[in-house]
């Protein structure tokens, strides 16, 4: 992973799974492991999306990055709307950091029409060399994440310090860090910094989490980002039995606000 930060060892819990790695998720998908919905289908995160788009003057082409798609089926049911309201559907771009998530997603859409295709590309949110080179898409209206920032978020920290040669950092890390000679981001906040560059002032970052403070607390990213709204959203209940009592669980939907 390129970056010009000291990537801190992180610790594995034993038997946990790597969601930080390439490889668990290339696994998964090559011998179809995976059923694809990470936390649930995402409907509810979908309206988020096509609520926001419909507010904006998007002339047609709406922008939307789609992180960490894999093989759910999400992307596919906001190409289906995109058709319903006669926008372009290659104004998608699925980014993944899963070569076979990305292999698959490309061999689907081979078989459009390329005004009817959306974007597949393979990169890895905490290198800024593989973010920059989404920018030809930029920017983007909104980006849709169902749970990618939780996967993320189990990766280690990031440290830049004096001795860094922050000229390949991002812009926001080279503009924010050279008054801190030192200083450690958790893995959501060195994400939340490269995708400054990925959007504008008034782009929204819709995302859906397990966590209750995902976003809080993170001293860097409050500079270009403002959560606007955490709402519970019911998870999804699995199959117990009649008799055993089972308390709620909630996910949360998040709206960031770029500034």
């Known amino acids: 992973m390129a970056s010009p930060a000291t990537a801190q060892t992180r610790t594995n819990t034993l038997g946990a ?31 988020q999306v096509l609520h926001d788009l419909e507010r904006r003057p998007v002339h047609g082409r709406p922008r939307v990055l789609h992180l960490g798609p894999g093989i759910s ?17 290659n104004g998608i771009v699925n980014v993944d950091f899963s070569a076979e998530a990305v292999r698959l997603g490309q061999e689907r859409e081979r078989q459009r029409d390329p005004s009817q295709a ?26 849709l994440d169902k749970s990618t920032i939780d996967s ?16 390949h950092a991002c812009p926001a890390i080279r503009e924010t860090l050279p008054c801190h000679p030192s200083k450690t981001l958790s893995p959501v906040e060195l994400v939340a910094l490269q995708l400054v560059s990925l959007t504008q002032k008034g782009s929204t970052w819709i995302a859906l989490s397990y966590s209750t403070s ?23 209940g699995g199959s117990v039995s009649s008799s055993a009592y089972t308390p709620d669980v909630f996910h949360w939907i998040y709206i960031l606000d770029r500034e």
């Open 17 to 47: 799974p790597d969601y930080d790695d390439p490889a668990f998720w290339d696994a998964k998908f090559a011998t179809g492991r995976d059923v694809g919905e990470w936390l649930n289908s995402g409907e509810a995160l979908l309206d």
């Open 73 to 89: 089926q999400l992307g596919a049911k906001l190409r289906d709307e995109y058709v319903d309201r006669q926008w372009a559907p």
């Open 118 to 143: 959306m974007h597949w590309v393979r990169a890895d949110l905490r290198s800024w060399g593989d973010v920059s080179s989404l920018t030809r898409f930029a920017p983007f209206n909104v980006i």
């Open 152 to 167: 993320i978020a189990t990766s280690r920290n990031y440290t830049f310090s004096s001795m860094d040669n922050l000229h």
């Open 214 to 236: 995902r976003f809080d607390d993170l001293e860097f990213l409050k500079k270009y980002w403002t959560v606007r709204s955490r709402t519970a959203l019911r998870a999804p």
